[in-house]
């Protein structure tokens, strides 16, 4: 089945120990997001890529990174995590940008914990 | 500024009633909104969307309206069922969004108690 897929499902890092989450898809979509969700908030989208193309939200900030090698990998990069970065780091995909977008197929999310 | 609103993050109903989850929203430019439901350990699934063309969308047992003049939607569910146990967000889109750019509500935790 196509899929978004996240590795690794949990993750705990130290902090400031830098971290690397992980999404893959196979459903060949040329958008790619990266969201984050705090407990009982609103998933936050924090940059996404229409294909190669990247776009950073304004207020996300500087230490996270991120990077699309390919259409079909994209990773989160976080330099120096702090406690307030942990959360829900949701991945999602959708065929085609503009100014609705297209449905957004999200993966089962990485849940980061930083000690 | 939270610009897509849930006020209750929690609804308990019994199966085979309807369940109405609600969704306020403030900014004007928005002209698409979407339902997407989550179970846990899960990503969220799209479930149903709308346009601001309309004031109606339907899909089986799901049935999304939408009240412009109020900047209020609302997710039917009917009958429910204890599969629909799950958290409901609403998002919405606009002209003015680049990338297909959504905006999530915090979330409605749905109970369906047999």
């Known amino acids: 089945d196509a899929m978004v897929i996240q590795n690794p499902r949990y993750q705990v890092t130290q902090f400031g120990k830098p971290v690397t989450l992980s999404c893959s898809q196979t459903?060949?979509?040329?958008?790619m997001y990266w969201y984050q969700q705090k407990s009982s908030q609103a998933p936050k989208l924090l940059f996404h890529?229409?294909?190669?193309?990247?776009?950073n939200e304004a207020d996300t900030p500087d230490n996270f990174q991120s990077r699309r090698p390919n259409t079909s990998f994209c990773f989160l990069d976080i330099r120096s995590p702090g406690l307030g970065d942990a959360a829900m780091y949701l991945c999602?995909?959708?065929?085609?940008?503009?100014?609705?977008?297209?449905?957004?197929?999200f993966g089962p999310g990485t849940r980061l914990t930083v000690l | 500024d939270q610009q897509v609103k849930q006020n209750s993050p929690s609804l308990s109903v019994q199966e085979g009633r309807i369940s109405i989850l609600n969704c306020d929203y403030t900014?004007?430019?928005?002209?698409?909104f979407l339902w997407y439901k989550k179970y846990p350990a899960e990503g969220p699934t799209f479930l149903i969307s709308?346009?601001?063309?309309?004031d109606k969308n339907e899909d089986g047992r799901f049935t999304v309206f939408l009240n412009k003049s109020a900047k209020h939607l609302s997710l039917h569910i009917v009958p429910s069922q204890p599969g629909d146990s799950a958290v409901y967000f609403c998002?919405?889109?606009?002209?003015?969004?680049?990338?297909?750019?959504?905006?999530f509500g915090q979330g409605t935790e749905l109970s369906v108690k047999p």
């Open positions: 999602a995909t959708s065929r085609k940008a503009g100014p609705r977008g297209d449905t957004q197929y």
């Open positions: 459903l060949n979509h040329n958008v």
């Open positions: 890529y229409y294909d190669k193309d990247f776009n």
């Open positions: 900014n004007s430019m928005f002209d698409y």
């Open positions: 709308i346009s601001s063309i309309k």
């Open positions: 998002a919405a889109a606009g002209l003015y969004n680049q990338g297909g750019k959504l905006i």
